[in-house]
């Protein structure tokens, strides 16, 4: 390494991406909606994926006319109708925390589909909505922790109790994957539980805490 | 305050107990809907983004650079690049690491891969400020770069960080930032007098700073004042304000100590004038938001210091618009725990008394490695030796934080108890002691300064053996194979427990309408000190728990000092300022209580202006508070409600109160006085493993995790340090490695996928266990709990696998792979 070299990132640009745009790739690694996937996603293919974003975000100018393939949705969000004309590489949290302004889809890993904190309900299934196009949700059901605390759903209250959260950052992740859950399963079992919420991933480990105030909900809910 | 200011002497009130405490915090809706708002979340009208590079290149300079695509993209607002008039006068006053040296606030130059530097842009969106960071052509020279510490150390290396400021005296060039010898006792003397010296050499890879927000901080003047929201724990005010600053570390500054450690005979080169203050303080206001996590590997101070420094001055040229500076998950992998590698010698006799230990460590410097076993044994003779050179790989450093430490310390007791066939647990207890002191010194100096006569250690270590089936389930290395055609393995960790008190900050009460707010500015990121402030001060006071919050403070200058985290030292630093501020309110109340109240009312609806006493006839000493009311201890039946109390007197008096407490005094030994003060209160952790021999696989079965937390406040929020921080430990043991090309000094595994942390289904449930010795420093005895329990656990596993396997796998973290190599099965 001791000889200098230059370059140029723009030489650098021309040398190592390909052509392939975010949208494209989304749909080619069947992950566009994918909450239950995201633990599965192979190393192997990871550093691909992050260079193919990179590269159609190169490729796509948010801000060129060349961009300007607007599609306009309509979609109710904790029972809420919106309607929102949605560029295309509009990501579903970006339009529900920038255009709605929810705050609890939040964003660890960058968009990677790789942490579980930006976990909505999508039509009943958790879905990872860092890497949903948002143009692809015409129609769609979606509720957010936020929509859950309101409905008062008894998992905010057993969350609560158990103490299953420390700086909160992940906890709406696991909040909504928990409540789909219990959406599809109301009698689940701990290694249910923990299944379900292997693929959302917590910093501050409270991992021990989710399963007793899953199942606590459950209970609640078959009192209801 | 007395004179003789004994914390751990003061008694709890009647009733304080907080092992069946589960009172709810306060922020735990916020938290659990979704609607607490972090820094990250913020959006204010008119708010710009600003985004920094990153470099691409592990060690590469900055040519040239072209922003004219980038200007011209709609929605750029400003861009600020490494050589601008604004920027270049902040080179080397950007972040402080470990009272070494400087980070960089924008440089030229990048020294490691992902490096935030060159230039940074302001736009109207994240998604703008990233399509103008591309259209930015660069023109780069690539330079050599380092991996290997050894390598650094070498007077022929390669200079490889030519623009950091070292500031250590023994700092040499090429790259050394620091060398030094520390000897306690006389080591050779020790070696002397060992029946065994063995001898091994542990290496530890980096990993990251457990951190899920990254980066991020919105600033906005108005006119000359100046609004911050922050990210994480900088103290910013003296940074901006100070114009001295440029000319001396930082360092706990950043953690909310509020002190500046002077370092005036290194200034940093290259400037003759002192910088002028970005603001004067007065008019500086920090409001904190929610944060995200962020623990371990403490040089992320640099970079939240030097962040905010870099917002102050985008949003300068953004003329009043607030202008929010974020960063993107590669921030994770700029800072972390550091690596390192032990060249350890150990001396022992036949019975486990270690006569010497004798560390040689190249790795950065956070403490001496040897100072947590100083701190926790009685070994008499110890010696550091510390190289640290400067790597291509980010600034992993961390002071207090325990690994580096903890590791070595650790690995030590498991190989003597190895080499003379002992168990563990026993060779911990023969040589507990305290900075080369043994039990029955310790334990006159306990009574001597009023602490309770106990050995913290040996209750830890027993109930975590009970907890464990551990005299049961013990056995000799590689000798008991499972029905599932395993190997099980015992793992055990001890050390003393962290911080005690240091004083500093201060508490501010005020009561109104009954209600009470505890004001004070600390960065939460979940450890949920707050409930137990709360708990104190409802105890002391007399008040109800429920009518108790505890809210951030808009900061003027040093008007409410940050108090410090929480976790490690929360409680110890804070409480005492605490319980004596509500001891300080319940006697302002009962006073005002049995006092004749003022003959003219303040104001309207208030209650005062009798003329009488609300207890006639009565004295202080006949009254007492609790749960909210003042009554008459003989009659409690004759009461008044605190907010009736205090309501009365708030016009004339208010109920606002802010000690300060005094530094520790009074200890004595041998009737004369004696500062020092020893870290009394232990922790132990117990692990059981199963080894598959065919796959190398270490799977963890059980853990048991037992802290003496001297005094304990909140059990939740204990337990929370424990599990949580057994959890980090774990996979900085066995699964968390950054990792780096080789060839080119490029992360390979710098996201979330390729950078092994554990999920829910990685981990048994952990048991936590609490012991309360009453051996710390602060309120009621209590000492940390918090980082102290990740830092040990560190190193748990490869003791677990030595005992399961009868191999050594002292290259953490100890991964499949490197199981496999030791049984010769690759």
Same mark, same amino acid.
């Given at each position: 390494m001791s000889e200098k070299e230059k370059k140029t990132n723009e030489g650098e640009r021309k040398e190592g991406f390909g052509h392939i745009s975010r949208r494209e790739f989304l749909r080619d690694a069947g992950l566009v909606i994918g909450g239950s996937t995201?633990?599965?996603?192979?190393?192997?293919?990871?550093?691909?994926?992050?260079?193919?974003?990179?590269?159609?975000?190169?490729?796509?100018?948010?801000?060129?006319?060349?961009?300007?393939?607007?599609?306009?949705?309509?979609?109710?969000?904790?029972?809420?109708?919106?309607?929102?004309?949605?560029?295309?590489?509009?990501?579903?949290?970006?339009?529900?925390?920038?255009?709605?302004g929810l705050t609890s889809p939040k964003d660890w890993c960058g968009g990677h589909g790789a942490c579980g904190s930006c976990t909505v309900i999508m039509n009943g299934r958790p879905v990872l909505s860092c890497l949903t196009l948002a143009c692809e949700c015409d129609g769609a059901i979606i509720e957010t922790a936020e929509g859950i605390a309101k409905a008062k759903h008894p998992i905010i209250q057993s969350y609560i109790k158990w103490n299953a959260f420390q700086c909160g950052y992940c906890t709406p992740g696991f909040v909504t994957t928990a409540k789909a859950l219990l959406d599809r399963n109301p009698d689940p079992t701990e290694a249910d539980v923990r299944d379900a919420l292997a693929g959302n991933l917590c910093r501050c480990g409270t991992y021990q805490q989710h399963p007793p105030a899953v199942l606590e909900a459950a209970e609640a809910l078959k009192r209801k | 305050?007395?004179?003789?200011?004994?914390?751990?002497?003061?008694?709890?009130?009647?009733?304080?107990?907080?092992?069946?405490?589960?009172?709810?915090?306060?922020?735990?809706?916020?938290?659990?809907?979704?609607?607490?708002?972090?820094?990250?979340?913020?959006?204010?009208?008119?708010?710009?983004?600003?985004?920094?590079?990153?470099?691409?290149?592990?060690?590469?300079?900055?040519?040239?650079?072209?922003?004219?695509?980038?200007?011209?993209?709609?929605?750029?607002?400003?861009?600020?690049?490494?050589?601008?008039?604004?920027?270049?006068?902040?080179?080397?006053?950007?972040?402080?690491?470990?009272?070494?040296?400087?980070?960089?606030?924008?440089?030229?130059?990048?020294?490691?891969?992902?490096?935030?530097?060159?230039?940074?842009?302001?736009?109207?969106?994240?998604?703008?400020?990233?399509?103008?960071?591309?259209?930015?052509?660069?023109?780069? *020279?690539?330079?050599?770069?380092?991996?290997?510490?050894?390598?650094?150390?070498?007077?022929?290396?390669?200079?490889?960080?030519?623009?950091?400021?070292?500031?250590?005296?023994?700092?040499?060039?090429?790259?050394?930032?620091?060398?030094?010898?520390?000897?306690?006792?006389?080591?050779?003397?020790?070696?002397? *007098?060992?029946?065994?010296?063995?001898?091994?050499?542990?290496?530890?890879?980096?990993?990251?700073?457990?951190?899920?927000?990254?980066?991020?901080?919105?600033?906005?003047?108005?006119?000359?004042?100046?609004?911050?929201?922050?990210?994480?724990?900088?103290?910013?005010?003296?940074?901006?304000?100070?114009?001295?600053?440029?000319?001396?570390?930082?360092?706990?500054?950043?953690?909310?100590?509020?002190?500046?450690?002077?370092?005036?005979?290194?200034?940093?080169?290259?400037?003759?004038?002192?910088?002028?203050?970005?603001?004067?303080?007065?008019?500086?206001?920090?409001?904190?938001?929610?944060?995200?996590?962020?623990?371990?590997?403490?040089?992320?101070?640099?970079?939240?210091?030097?962040?905010?420094?870099?917002?102050?001055?985008?949003?300068?040229?953004?003329?009043?618009?607030?202008?929010?500076?974020?960063?993107?998950?590669?921030?994770?992998?700029?800072?972390?725990?550091?690596?390192?590698?032990?060249?350890?010698?150990?001396?022992?006799?036949r019975d486990g008394t270690i006569t010497a230990c004798d560390w040689h460590v190249v790795g950065p410097f956070g403490e001496l490695h040897i100072d947590k076993t100083h701190e926790s044994t009685k070994i008499p003779n110890l010696r550091n030796t510390q190289e640290w050179a400067l790597i291509n790989q980010g600034h992993h450093i961390c002071f207090r934080h325990g690994s580096q430490c903890c590791v070595p310390h650790n690995i030590m007791f498991d190989h003597v108890a190895a080499e003379f066939g002992l168990d563990p647990t026993e060779v911990a207890l023969k040589n507990d002691g305290c900075r080369e002191h043994d039990w029955d010194w310790i334990t006159r100096y306990q009574k001597e300064n009023g602490f309770p006569q106990r050995q913290s250690l040996r209750e830890v270590i027993k109930l975590g053996k009970e907890a464990i089936h551990w005299d049961k389930?013990?056995?000799?290395?590689?000798?008991?194979?499972?029905?599932?055609?395993?190997?099980?393995?015992?793992?055990?960790?001890?050390?003393?427990?962290?911080?005690?008190?240091?004083?500093?900050?201060?508490?501010?009460?005020?009561?109104?309408?009954?209600?009470?707010?505890?004001?004070?500015m600390r960065a939460d990121h979940g450890m949920d000190t707050e409930s137990a402030f709360r708990h104190s001060v409802a105890t002391e006071a007399g008040l109800r728990y429920e009518d108790i919050v505890v809210q951030q403070q808009r900061s003027d200058a040093n008007t409410y000092r940050f108090w410090v985290p929480g976790g490690s030292m929360g409680i110890s630093q804070n409480t005492p300022q605490l319980v004596s501020a509500a001891r300080e309110l319940k006697r302002k109340i009962i006073d005002y209580a049995v006092r004749p109240a003022s003959g003219v009312p303040m104001m309207p609806g208030l209650q005062s202006g009798s003329g009488q006493s609300m207890f006639p006839g009565k004295k202080a000493d006949e009254l007492d508070v609790k749960e909210g009311y003042?009554?008459?201890?003989?009659?409690?039946?004759?009461?008044?409600?605190?907010?009736?109390?205090?309501?009365?007197?708030?016009?004339?008096?208010?109920?606002?109160?802010?000690?300060?407490?005094?530094?520790?005094?009074?200890?004595?030994?041998?009737?004369?006085?004696?500062?020092?003060?020893?870290?009394?209160?232990?922790?132990?952790?117990?692990?059981?493993? *199963?080894?598959?021999? *065919?796959?190398?696989?270490?799977?963890?079965?059980?853990?048991?995790?037992?802290?003496?937390?001297?005094?304990?406040?909140?059990?939740?929020?204990?337990?929370?340090?424990?599990?949580?921080?057994?959890?980090?430990?774990?996979?900085?043991?066995?699964?968390?490695e950054k990792i780096y090309c080789p060839k080119t000094g490029v992360g390979l595994n710098f996201n979330n996928i390729g950078y092994n942390i554990g999920t829910m289904n990685d981990y048994p449930e952990i048991k936590c266990i609490i012991n309360e010795s009453h051996l710390g420093y602060s309120s009621y005895g209590a000492c940390g709990v918090g980082e102290d329990t990740g830092a040990s656990l560190s190193g748990i596993t490869a003791g677990a696998v030595y005992n399961a396997t009868g191999k050594w796998v002292l290259d953490y973290p100890v991964t499949p792979d490197k199981v496999l190599k030791a049984l010769g099965k690759i």
């Open positions: 995201m633990g599965s996603i192979a190393f192997a293919s990871e550093t691909e994926a992050q260079q193919q974003v990179k590269e159609s975000d190169v490729a796509k100018d948010p801000c060129s006319e060349e961009s300007a393939d607007i599609t306009t949705i309509e979609l109710t969000v904790n029972g809420g109708k919106y309607g929102f004309r949605v560029e295309p590489h509009w990501s579903l949290r970006q339009l529900l925390r920038d255009e709605i | 305050m007395p004179e003789d200011y004994k914390p751990w002497t003061w008694k709890p009130p009647e009733g304080f107990s907080a092992l069946d405490h589960t009172s709810s915090r306060q922020d735990a809706h916020d938290k659990v809907s979704g609607q607490a708002v972090y820094t990250r979340d913020l959006d204010f009208p008119g708010m710009l983004y600003a985004k920094i590079l990153t470099s691409p290149y592990a060690h590469a300079k900055i040519v040239s650079m072209d922003t004219s695509k980038a200007e011209a993209l709609t929605g750029v607002r400003d861009i600020l690049k490494y050589n601008d008039p604004d920027i270049v006068f902040e080179n080397s006053t950007g972040g402080y690491c470990s009272s070494q040296y400087n980070i960089l606030t924008l440089p030229g130059t990048s020294d490691f891969f992902q490096q935030p530097m060159g230039v940074v842009v302001v736009a109207d969106s994240e998604e703008i400020c990233d399509r103008a960071l591309r259209l930015i052509v660069i023109e780069w *020279e690539e330079r050599p770069f380092i991996l290997d510490m050894e390598e650094s150390l070498q007077p022929d290396a390669p200079k490889i960080m030519p623009d950091i400021v070292r500031l250590n005296p023994s700092a040499k060039d090429p790259n050394i930032v620091q060398t030094n010898t520390t000897e306690i006792g006389d080591i050779q003397k020790g070696f002397a *007098e060992a029946d065994k010296i063995i001898e091994y050499t542990i290496t530890r890879a980096p990993n990251t700073t457990a951190g899920v927000e990254a980066m991020a901080c919105v600033v906005q003047w108005r006119g000359d004042f100046l609004d911050i929201w922050p990210h994480h724990t900088a103290h910013v005010e003296p940074m901006l304000s100070n114009p001295s600053l440029p000319s001396i570390g930082l360092s706990f500054v950043s953690l909310g100590y509020g002190s500046i450690q002077a370092d005036i005979k290194s200034p940093p080169k290259d400037r003759k004038d002192p910088l002028p203050p970005i603001c004067e303080a007065n008019k500086i206001s920090v409001t904190m938001p929610y944060q995200g996590a962020w623990y371990g590997g403490i040089a992320w101070l640099g970079y939240s210091t030097a962040f905010i420094r870099m917002a102050a001055i985008l949003a300068k040229r953004a003329q009043n618009r607030p202008v929010k500076l974020v960063y993107d998950e590669s921030n994770f992998y700029l800072t972390g725990d550091d690596a390192a590698i032990y060249r350890c010698k150990v001396g022992a006799k389930k013990w056995h000799a290395p590689g000798a008991r194979k499972l029905p599932n055609g395993r190997m099980h393995g015992l793992g055990f960790v001890h050390i003393n427990e962290w911080s005690w008190i240091s004083g500093r900050q201060f508490a501010c009460l005020i009561l109104r309408d009954g209600k009470l707010t505890i004001i004070g003042v009554f008459e201890k003989a009659n409690p039946i004759n009461r008044r409600s605190v907010r009736e109390v205090a309501s009365a007197f708030w016009g004339d008096d208010p109920a606002i109160i802010h000690p300060t407490v005094p530094a520790l005094s009074g200890l004595t030994l041998n009737g004369k006085p004696h500062p020092q003060m020893y870290i009394m209160s232990r922790q132990a952790h117990f692990m059981e493993v *199963e080894v598959d021999v *065919e796959t190398g696989e270490v799977m963890v079965t059980n853990l048991v995790c037992v802290n003496d937390v001297g005094h304990l406040f909140n059990r939740r929020g204990a337990e929370a340090q424990q599990y949580g921080g057994a959890i980090m430990g774990l996979g900085r043991s066995a699964t968390e």
